[in-house]
């Protein structure tokens, strides 16, 4: 099975760079993805790692280590609009298999 | 990117009726495409994928008989939920992957809200 555990909480102020981790315990391995929601509304995809190390796209960075089973996004520059909750999630390797998210962590942006 | 259309976006019914959501996908075929059930303040739970020309493949603890999955074309999957009651109230969402490139990215509809009473 998958498993992925994510902070259930975060807070940080509007301008600074906050870090969400990701830990994951899975049967099979294929990339880690983060995705971005807010309240009402339907997930969108924020970043992917296939291979470890950073991924870099705009204001979000997203890191990996295959060998330690983790994996983190970082939001620099936060806006009050990066409140949401933020997602992890494993796809196995096969092609279009199902995808498993994390536990998600609600991050809120303070004045 | 792909778009991935889904309908209604909120539905309210009374207990014991059915409820029909859509998930279309509008550029492109989707051979494979995935239920989730998310209650408020959790993350997402897989409930399904839906195969076009087959059965659906469920999840452990999944009603299949509850959950009607019917995939009948390339671009069109529909969720049943039938005999609804009040713990059925959820927000449904449908996803997709297109061909291509695995670039890692799940496609979704804007979700349905479902309330019954």
């Known amino acids: 099975g998958q498993s992925l555990e994510q902070p259930s909480e975060v807070t940080a102020v509007e301008g600074a760079i906050v870090q969400i981790n990701c830990t994951y315990q899975t049967s099979g391995f294929y990339g880690l993805s983060w995705y971005q929601q807010h309240d009402g509304g339907a997930p969108t995809f924020l970043s992917y790692n296939a291979l470890d190390g950073l991924e870099e796209t705009g204001r979000f960075s997203s890191f990996l280590s295959r060998s330690d089973s983790y994996g983190y996004l970082l939001l620099q520059e936060l806006q009050m609009k990066d409140s949401a909750s933020y997602f992890c999630?494993?796809?196995?390797?096969?092609?279009?298999?199902?995808?498993?998210f994390g536990t998600g962590t609600k991050l809120q942006v303070i004045p | 990117g792909a778009v991935v259309s889904q309908h209604p976006s909120w539905v309210i019914c009374k207990s014991g009726t059915s409820v029909k959501i859509e998930c279309r996908s509008l550029?492109?075929?989707?051979?494979?495409m995935f239920w989730y059930r998310q209650f408020p303040k959790q993350s997402l739970m897989l409930m399904a994928t839906?195969?076009?020309?087959?059965?659906?493949?469920?999840e452990q603890g999944v009603e299949k008989d509850k959950f009607l999955i019917n995939h009948a074309s390339l671009t069109l999957s529909t969720l049943t939920v039938t005999s609804a009651h009040p713990e059925d109230s959820s927000f449904y969402i449908c996803?997709?992957?297109?061909?291509?490139?695995?670039?890692?990215?799940?496609?979704f509809g804007e979700g349905s809200r479902l309330t019954v009473l």
């Open positions: 999630a494993v796809k196995p390797p096969g092609g279009y298999q199902k995808v498993t």
């Open positions: 839906s195969n076009e020309g087959s059965k659906a493949t469920y």
């Open positions: 550029d492109f075929q989707a051979t494979t």
């Open positions: 996803s997709a992957i297109p061909g291509g490139p695995n670039t890692g990215e799940l496609f």
